[in-house]
């Protein structure tokens, strides 16, 4: 089915009352989807579907703070995992920001505030953020996170991941197996990025994402990609980086929520066992 005739379908279901469901359970419907999906390929072409289904449903109820966190989780996996495009990139992470932002800020007023300001700042901020705003946190977190990556030749950008990184760890101070322990697995990739012999401590980075594959019970395979691909070469560990991909490789990928990024883990595993970095 086209891409416009589905779209209309899925809106005339929306408009007229045959899905009998509110917005809120809509949109988490939609991110369940795509991140069950067994075939990257058929989220890669469909998903542009569901982020115009929910931009429209944000519309129409623009301070929604569940449809702008599903709009963040969508823009951010869309962004993070199916778009090679730069420039598509960039754009789709800062989407995803402004939806995580829109959501978080009408409760966090204080903080919003202080992210343009100076780090001390900002950081104390943070510290008084009440601790149920965990998930907003955490979205806002991972999205500044995917934005800073997409905009690495951009040393404004590059300078505001401090702030990201001290987020993520927030939300791991409070709940350490937060998201299966996603928030670990951000860290370790951000603390495994400069080597011992220049000041770098990858074991921080190493205990992260251990910790990650702990929490997740080893369901989430892209842990151990990314366990591989940062923190084994970095450091030269052969044995361990081709431990891990076989592991990835020999695993199986269903599981909920995880399955679309574990077949693109698979992939991505297969592909690092098959170079020459060692």
């Given at each position: ?76 996996a869309y962004a993070g995992g199916l778009v090679t495009d730069p420039d598509r990139k960039q754009g789709l992470t800062s989407k995803a ?128 990609v990314e366990y591989a691909r940062h923190y084994a070469r970095l450091v030269f560990d052969q044995a361990l980086h081709d431990r891990l ?34």
């Amino acid at each position: 089915m086209p891409l416009k005739q589905l779209l209309t379908l899925l809106l005339a279901f929306y408009i007229t009352g045959c899905v009998s469901m509110t917005t809120d359970r809509l949109a988490a419907n939609l991110s369940s989807a795509m991140l069950n999906q067994t075939d990257p390929e058929i989220v890669r072409s469909g998903a542009p579907a569901y982020l115009l289904l929910i931009d429209s449903l944000i519309e129409g109820d623009p301070e929604e703070q569940g449809l702008l966190y599903a709009g963040t989780r969508l823009y951010g996996a869309y962004a993070g995992g199916l778009v090679t495009d730069p420039d598509r990139k960039q754009g789709l992470t800062s989407k995803a920001l402004d939806y995580a932002g829109r959501g978080l800020c009408p409760e966090t007023e204080e903080l919003c505030q202080s992210m343009r300001e100076p780090y001390d700042v900002f950081y104390a901020s943070l510290m008084e953020t009440d601790e149920d705003e965990i998930e907003g946190i955490y979205l806002y977190a991972t999205s500044w996170a995917g934005w800073i990556q997409a905009h690495s030749d951009d040393w404004n950008a590059v300078a505001d991941l401090p702030k990201a990184k001290a987020m993520l760890e927030w939300v791991v101070e409070r709940e350490p197996a937060y998201d299966n322990g996603r928030a670990q697995l951000y860290l370790g990739v951000i603390d495994s990025q400069v080597p011992p012999s220049l000041g770098g401590k990858p074991e921080i980075g190493r205990s992260h994402f251990e910790s990650a594959i702990t929490f997740s019970n080893e369901r989430d395979l892209m842990v151990k990609v990314e366990y591989a691909r940062h923190y084994a070469r970095l450091v030269f560990d052969q044995a361990l980086h081709d431990r891990l991909l076989n592991e990835v490789v020999e695993a199986d990928p269903v599981s909920p929520g995880l399955t679309l990024s574990n077949i693109m883990a698979q992939q991505q595993a297969a592909e690092l066992l098959q170079d020459d970095y060692f």
